[in-house]
């Protein structure tokens, strides 16, 4: 597998796999209608460095980026969202461009990193945990999910 950062044309190669997992209402806080116009500028936006991971094909399997959750004095803790293609789950793309992120973000500066909403039933969770993430808190019933009904959000944070 090859982590780098993403180029221009990496976008409809994320985007099949970005679209699936948004429109399935069931990880991301993000509109499940969103057009491939708005989710590129979500997930590609100024400031953003965006990765991929490429299999031993060449194919695009995952996507990751990492910004400043806020801004100023407070600028120095990341945000960041990743995807797998569900087709590639379960293979440890994610894992591995987990800890390639956490590695680049603190080489970048940043002191922790902090998700603002973390579905509490997305598999990701055990993840992030394993590798050293701790549950802030966790906004009750925040979240409609499409199979579960309302659940909540988990904050979630590391230092770097």
Do not use: C
Not at 92 to 119: C, I, P, Q, S, T
Request: hydrophobic content about 45%; proline content about 6%.
């Amino acid at each position: 597998m090859l982590i780098r950062e993403a180029a221009a044309d990496d976008w409809p190669r994320i985007w099949p796999f970005w679209q699936r997992i948004v429109s399935a209402g069931e990880t991301y806080a993000w509109d499940p209608h969103t057009s491939e116009e708005d989710a590129r500028a979500l997930w590609t936006a100024p400031g953003k460095r965006v990765y991929v991971v490429e299999d031993d094909a060449g194919a695009v399997v995952a996507s990751a980026y990492v910004t400043p959750n806020y801004g100023g004095p407070a600028a120095r803790i990341a945000n960041a969202g990743f995807m797998v293609d569900p087709d590639r789950s379960g293979q440890g793309f994610g894992r591995a461009l987990a800890e390639h992120l956490l590695a680049a973000a603190k080489a970048d500066g940043y002191r922790a990193m902090v998700f603002n909403a973390v579905v509490e039933t997305n598999p990701a969770v055990g993840l992030w945990t394993s590798l050293g993430f701790t549950i802030l808190g966790t906004v009750p019933d925040a979240y409609e999910h499409a199979r579960h009904g309302l659940v909540g959000l988990h904050i979630m944070y590391k230092a770097l």
